[in-house]
């Protein structure tokens, strides 16, 4: 296994589908990644997210329903 926790992994998720990783950091990630089924499989489901989300057309969600999740965000952040 690598130096990278699953939990740092998954912090790190976002930055890495951005490409915004320095080159050391996205090292590590990749190395994780090829060491960690959980991780792989997480990625996976992140990225299939992202796929279905940005599929939809803007404008689709009932603004009641856009202020519940975004106050529901604010509470996790």
């Known amino acids: 296994m690598t ?3 699953c939990a740092e992994f998954v ?3 976002t930055a ?3 490409g915004a ?3 050391a950091a996205e090292r ?3 190395d994780h990644l090829a060491l960690c089924d959980g991780c792989d499989a997480y990625l996976h489901q992140i990225r299939a997210t992202v796929q279905t989300l940005g599929d939809l057309p ?3 969600l009932p603004p009641e329903t ?3 999740l975004l ?3 604010r509470k996790l952040g």
């Open 3 to 5: 130096d990278l926790h």
């Open 11 to 13: 912090e790190m998720v």
């Open 16 to 18: 890495f589908l951005d």
């Open 21 to 23: 990783l320095d080159p």
């Open 28 to 30: 590590r990630f990749v």
């Open 58 to 60: 803007p404008g689709d």
């Open 66 to 68: 856009r202020a519940t």
């Open 71 to 73: 106050e529901a965000f």
